[in-house]
């Protein structure tokens, strides 16, 4: 594509980020739209797995930061526990861990020059190398209510919800030549482009709970099983699973001594009981569907209760993690399945729109691929709108992967809660 664009991004996490920059690279003009009411998202505190994709997007659009080894601990080995910590299975497995701060730091220091530590700064203020041509605009406290088709261009409707906005211009409307969905798997869009019978996000029977602990915290026992490895734990009675792996910390460190051990536990829970609402209530009373926010929003007595249970069903190593964690969160554990066909990819609203990232297709989290998949996205359309892959090459690409992935995550997530995984003990 020789003609530069206007091109709307809706989402302006990790897909929107990771998708925007290779296009502003290449000359066109990107807006974000991103619905949270201040200027830098709130660091999520969760490990990333940096696969291929990924590292392969760093490499290429990193700036500074171009290599695995710039983003990510290694972890070198893979272990499995028993309920009594003991070491049941070793394994040698190389995986690269990152977290997403350190991605969505990397994503908004090359997109408009902001860094969560410094402050909001945009690209357009100072000039541009060849390589980074384009504008970049990140319009937060933006709630996109509508899309819709105006001939050559997209109309995308909007609410303002910015701390200082004019009540009386509380609704907006922008023009583009081009539409890029990235806001996650919630997205209401997904309906508009796609139809109402398109598939929408569900819950899977069960929720993680998630934190991170410094590593020099935990005991020495504790220790020698996290620092630098992937472990696991798999029980019975009752069903369910925890990892543990190695990341930078906020501010992208890898410095040992402060770094981060992160661990995901995977919990049962029906989504219509008691149990459920009270882990999805948080200290202020709000109600949340799929996920409690970070920050230390869980009610005191309920996380309180869910570390008398690690002490019973966890091994020692892990128990301990979840008692020295001050500010966990939850995430409810959904699927999207992708659209029915390769056709509903791309190349919507005739030709003037794709939809991305989570909001494609969303994956378990044992597949270890959402990020990977808002990767792979993004350097796919780099290499269509560069004019090196073909739309239909693309359907044909992103479609197959988002089938196999998110199947596979269902797979993993039925052996591992409702079924019987090999080294469960």
């Known amino acids: 594509m020789n003609k530069h664009l206007n091109i709307i991004v809706v989402g302006g996490s990790l897909a929107g980020l990771l998708t925007s920059i290779p296009l502003k690279r290449l000359g066109h003009k990107i807006t974000i739209l991103e619905r949270s009411p201040v200027p830098l998202l709130h660091d999520q505190g969760a490990g990333v797995v940096a696969g291929n994709e990924t590292i392969t997007w760093v490499q290429r659009h990193g700036r500074s930061r171009r290599s695995a080894d710039d983003i990510s601990l290694l972890n070198k080995q893979r272990l499995y526990l028993d309920h009594q910590g003991n070491v049941i299975d070793r394994e ?12 969505y730091n990397i994503g908004r220091e090359c997109f408009d020059g902001a860094l969560r530590n410094s402050g909001v700064a945009s690209s357009t203020d100072t000039p541009r190398s060849e390589e980074e041509r384009g504008e970049a605009s990140y319009e937060y406290g933006r709630i996109v209510t509508a899309i819709e088709d105006k001939g050559s261009k997209v109309e995308v409707k909007f609410t303002k919800s910015r701390e200082g ?16 969905v990235a806001d996650g798997p919630s997205t209401h869009l997904r309906k508009m482009l796609l139809g109402e019978t398109t598939a929408q996000r569900t819950y899977a029977g069960y929720v993680a709970f998630r934190g991170t602990v410094l590593e020099t915290e935990p005991s020495d026992a504790a220790q020698a099983v996290f620092i630098e490895k992937f472990t696991f734990f798999h029980g019975t009675d009752p069903n369910t699973q925890i990892l543990a792996y190695t990341i930078p910390n906020a501010e992208g460190t890898l410095e040992k001594g402060k ?14 009981s008691d149990e459920y609402a009270e882990l999805m209530t948080d200290t202020e009373g709000n109600k949340h569907r799929f996920t409690l926010p970070t920050g230390g929003h869980m009610q005191p007595h309920v996380w309180e209760r869910q570390k008398q249970f690690a002490k019973k069903t966890l091994p020692p190593q892990f128990a301990e993690l979840v008692d020295k964690t001050d500010k966990p969160f939850v995430q409810a554990i959904t699927d999207l399945e992708p659209p029915n066909s390769k056709h509903e990819v791309a190349r919507l609203m005739r030709g003037k729109a794709v939809i991305v990232g989570d909001a494609l297709a969303g994956f378990r989290p044992h597949t270890a691929a959402s990020t990977s998949q808002a990767a792979l996205h993004a350097l796919l359309l780099e ?28 797979r993993l997530g039925t052996r591992s809660q409702f079924g019987h995984h090999p080294l469960a003990k």
């Open 92 to 103: 040698t497995s190389h995986q690269h861990m990152t977290s997403w701060g350190v991605l």
């Open 165 to 180: 906005d004019n009540a009386a211009q509380a609704e907006g409307s922008m023009l583009c030549d081009f539409l890029i």
């Open 383 to 410: 290499r269509v709108f560069s004019g090196n892959m073909t739309w239909d090459e693309y359907e044909d690409s992103v479609f197959e992967y988002a089938q196999n992935v998110q199947a596979h995550g269902v």
């Open 259 to 272: 770094r981060l051990i992160n661990w995901v536990w995977y919990h049962n829970v029906e989504e219509l």
